[in-house]
C-alpha cells in the first residue's frame, strides 16, 4: 500500500529534478513555492473548498477539530498561530533593529550598501539567485519547445516512438503512475476526512 514514506520519497525525487512533485510535470515550480503554477491555484481552491466546508459546519477552519469557544478555531490551531505570529514579530523586529544599525539584513554583520537593506556582497547573491531563478524557467520552457520541434519526448529528451505525442511510452507512463499515486493519496485524505467528520458527529 502506498504509504506515506513512498509519498515523502517520490517528493523529494520530484524536488530535486526541479519539477512539480504533485503533478510530476515538466512545468518548472514557483519560486519559493513546491508547486508549479498550476496545481498551486488547484491546490488553494480545494483548501479554500475545505475551509469553507468547516466553517458551514462549525469546525475549526483550520484543522476540521472542535472549535474553542466563541473562536472560528481549536485551541491547537490558535496556540500555533499565536507561537508563528510571535516568532514572526522577533524576526521584524530583528530586520528593523539591523536596519536603523546600518547592518545587512541577510548576513547581519557587514554594513549594508548606500540605498539598500543588505550588503553589497549579499546584494550580488541575491541578484544571483534572481538571475538563475529567471534563466532555468526560461531555460525549461526553450528546452520543452526545441524538444517539440524535433519530435522528442519533452520529459527525457530522447526520440518519442507515439507520432504527434509529447512524451514517450516510458514517460507517459510513469506521468500516469505519478497520477494514480496522487489520485490513491487523495482518496486517502478523503477517508480520513469523512473519519473525523464521523468521529465529530458521534461527540
Not at 481552491?45 to 466553517?55: F, G, I
Not at 514572526?88 to 530586520?95: G, L, M, T, V
Not at 522528442?152 to 500516469?176: F, M, N
Request: charged share 35%; glycine share 8%.
Amino acid at each position: 500500500m502506498y504509504n506515506a514514506e513512498q509519498h515523502r520519497q517520490n517528493r523529494q525525487y520530484y524536488l530535486s529534478q526541479g519539477r512539480c512533485p504533485r503533478c510530476g510535470g515538466s512545468n518548472p515550480v514557483q519560486k519559493g513555492r513546491a508547486l508549479c503554477v498550476e496545481c498551486q491555484q488547484k491546490h488553494d481552491d480545494e483548501q479554500t473548498k475545505r475551509r469553507n466546508l468547516w466553517k458551514s459546519e462549525g469546525r475549526c477552519i483550520r484543522c476540521g477539530g472542535e472549535r474553542a469557544e466563541g473562536r472560528a478555531q481549536c485551541q491547537k490551531c490558535l496556540d500555533d498561530r499565536k507561537a508563528k505570529n510571535i516568532n514572526a514579530a522577533a524576526c521584524a523586529k530583528r530586520r528593523q533593529k539591523k536596519i536603523l544599525e546600518g547592518r545587512c539584513i541577510r548576513c547581519g554583520t557587514r554594513f549594508a550598501a548606500l540605498g539598500h537593506v543588505m550588503c553589497e556582497k549579499c546584494l550580488e547573491a541575491h541578484r544571483e539567485d534572481s538571475r538563475k531563478s529567471n534563466q532555468n524557467g526560461a531555460k525549461a520552457k526553450a528546452r520543452r519547445e526545441a524538444r517539440i520541434a524535433a519530435g522528442l519526448c519533452i520529459d527525457c529528451g530522447k526520440p518519442t516512438d507515439r507520432e504527434g505525442k509529447a512524451r514517450c511510452s516510458a514517460c507517459l507512463a510513469a506521468r500516469r503512475d505519478s497520477t494514480r499515486k496522487y489520485q490513491i493519496l487523495k482518496r486517502m485524505d478523503r477517508e480520513a476526512e469523512e473519519a473525523r467528520r464521523r468521529s465529530y458527529a458521534a461527540k
